[in-house]
């Protein structure tokens, strides 16, 4: 081929994903971004929940499409098929789990992270400063020191299992990563209370050590761990030739939202010379109310945290967060050097320290932009003022609990989460076909957990939009419900939820 010849190849057009048509693609886009704002500002006129038809999840069974779609056609699909049947958890009524509701910013947020299509693996460019700097935000909003670290991960689960391997290196040395548990690693044993998340024991499994390494300590009356309890079981396992390294309190009980006493637990772990965690998936960020910070006192002690910015903190999902008072600790963990990671002094290559450092991925989202963008637009008090509100509305949820003859309060209000059921002959039954009636409905969307032996209606109240008709609403549509089924009737539930404009 002669070089004329090769010079017009190579100039020709190559294959490409960008829209031929740029200015269609904008107007497409900017209709997307205009209806998902006006489905969050009219969000309390759909329904919560409701079920799919056995048509519309026949729509999601198909073969890999091999031709191209329009995009039209496809956001067609997702308006027709996907909005009216999402999770919830932006609508007020959203109380069954602990979600947060997100924001337009936040949402806003996430597109221009898209857009930057940034992988915060490592390297050299703003992006990784942006989540720096909120790693630095989080280190001072808990009194770590600046020799703290700390990293954006999926939630809660991977920062506890992150900060389970991170406990591990430090009771085991540095051979454990190249040479496995080996007998020592067999000792090792973990302690948090019954009422933890189920994800300290799977990250105990993950680790290598096991679920049966995890001690399960009874709670005490206020539903937190019984120190005088994990005294008793540490020193029966030393006794035994184990290896006691790791206590996890929890700031907010996933069942009633309880809170260890944190300061004791951090007391008895320093004299025990045992790695300190805090699981604060959603209670952490209650630091940002100075109403509810005293609650956590003894947190600034802590080893290692794991939080959610994308519960109280209302970012949208994902976005969870592990931080460590010992960087180097946290780096001798995870980091890996490879030729094809090289750090250099200069360039895109430059920086001593890169985020794949902290943690097991090297592909890694633009999590703190959204993160970021909330922190700025709020403000911290902003965010404190609106989790003490949730509280405060729990509260306010436990009094009609209270002053309703039918229904009885299971569990002490400690922040958001309220405990309770309809009072009934055959009350599990009974409360949870209630609570799938209220589902159903679109009224509102409790959970349901188990107290002591008893089923009860859990309402988590964490979504900034909530307020104290929803939480009037929820408790009419338990009565409803309840006495409907209580009386033997089967409640005819018919709801249809708008589409998003067209």
């Keep these: 081929m002669s070089t004329a010849a090769r010079i017009d190849h190579l100039s020709r057009p190559a294959a490409t994903l960008d829209p031929q048509d740029w200015d269609e693609l904008r107007a497409q886009g900017h209709r997307m971004l205009d209806d998902m704002i006006d489905y969050v500002a009219g969000i309390r006129d759909r329904p919560v929940w409701q079920p799919m038809s056995e048509a519309t999840r026949g729509r999601f069974r198909s073969e890999l499409p091999r031709a191209p779609t329009d995009l039209a056609d496809v956001y067609r699909d997702f308006n027709e098929f996907v909005v009216p049947h999402a999770t919830g958890n932006v609508h007020p009524g959203f109380m069954g789990w602990v979600h947060g509701g997100g924001t337009v910013v936040g949402m806003l947020a996430e597109m221009l992270a898209a857009g930057l299509n940034a992988n915060l693996g490592g390297r050299d460019h703003a992006p990784i400063e942006i989540e720096r700097q909120v790693v630095d935000w989080t280190r001072q909003l808990f009194g770590f020191p600046p020799g703290a670290s700390g990293l954006f991960v999926t939630g809660t689960s991977m920062a506890n299992l992150m900060a389970v391997l991170v406990a591990r290196r430090a009771a085991l040395g540095a051979a454990v990563r190249q040479q496995g548990l080996g007998e020592p690693g067999r000792r090792l044993r973990a302690y ?27 709670t005490d009356a206020a539903h937190r761990i019984d120190i005088s309890a994990l005294r008793t079981a540490i020193a029966q396992d030393r006794n035994a030739g184990l290896h006691p390294f790791l206590v996890v309190a929890s700031a907010g009980t996933v069942d009633i939202g309880a809170i260890d006493d944190l300061a004791a637990v951090a007391e008895f772990c320093r004299g025990e ?13 209650a630091m940002l109310s100075a109403e ?21 903190g209302q970012v949208p999902y994902d976005a969870g967060f592990l931080l460590v008072r010992d960087g180097e600790r946290h780096r001798e963990t995870f980091a890996s050097p490879a030729a094809y990671l090289r750090r250099e002094t200069r360039g895109l290559a430059a920086g001593a320290e890169w985020p794949c450092d902290l943690g097991p991925d090297l592909s ?8 970021w963008f909330t922190l700025r637009t709020f403000g911290g008090d902003a965010l404190g003022t609106m989790i003490a509100n949730s509280c405060a509305l729990a509260r306010e949820l436990e009094a009609l609990v209270l002053a309703e003859s039918e229904l009885e309060l299971l569990a002490p209000v400690n922040l958001n989460i309220v405990c309770f059921r309809y009072r009934a002959d055959d009350a599990d039954l009974i409360n949870r076909e209630i609570v799938a009636d209220i589902h159903e409905s679109g009224i509102a969307a409790p959970s349901t957990t188990t107290l002591d032996g008893r089923l009860a209606i859990r309402a988590a109240i964490v979504n900034h939009r909530t307020q104290r008709a929803d939480i009037a609403r929820l408790v009419a549509a338990v009565l409803s419900f309840g006495r409907q089924r209580a009386a033997g009737l089967t409640p005819l539930l018919q709801i249809e939820s708008p589409p998003l404009a067209l």
């Excluded at 509810?292 to 109280?312: C, R, V």
């Design 364 to 371: 890694r989202g633009f999590r703190a932009l959204k993160t």
């Design 273 to 285: 010379g045992l790695w300190f965690h805090v699981d604060g998936a959603f209670g952490a960020l």
């Design 192 to 218: 948090t209370s019954t009422a933890a998340h189920g994800c300290i024991a799977k990250a105990l499994d993950i680790a290598g050590l096991g679920s049966d390494a995890l001690g399960c300590i009874r």
């Design 292 to 312: 509810l910070a005293p609650k956590l006192a003894g947190i600034e002690q802590a080893d290692s945290i794991a939080l959610d910015f994308h519960k109280w």
